[in-house]
């Protein structure tokens, strides 16, 4: 049971999940700073003071949960946004990647591409 735990646990799946759980956090820790001290203040200025948590029906507190929804709108299309960015950036560098890492033509290959080439253009004639 103990040799069938450690091949799970330290399978480079689980730590590559750990890694990205921790990483994940950070990461929150940091969309949500941009969203309450960038994003939320310049909503504020476009839209005026938008703040749905003093609405209520009878005792529920509905207004919490829209101002809960509200900032994951909020977030999420910020993810959104950061997350397209990135993607743009990678395949930028994937295409100059691309280009620089093209294998050297082999003189042989440049022969043989000029002899079919000359082969083609005798059985057009």
Known sequence: MWKDFKEFAFKGNVLDLAVAVVIGAAFGNIVTSL???IITPLV???LGDID?????LGELLIGNFLQ????FLVIAFS????????SRFKR???VVAATQDAPPVDSK??????????LKK???N
């Open 68 to 71: 809960s929804v509200f900032n």
């Open 35 to 37: 969203v309450e001290n």
């Open 44 to 46: 504020g200025i476009l």
């Open 92 to 94: 930028k560098e994937d």
């Open 52 to 56: 749905f948590t003093s609405i209520k």
């Open 79 to 86: 993810i959104f946004i950061f997350i397209r960015l990135l």
């Open 109 to 118: 290959e440049v022969l043989l591409e000029e002899i079919r080439d000359l």
């Open 122 to 124: 005798q059985a057009n």
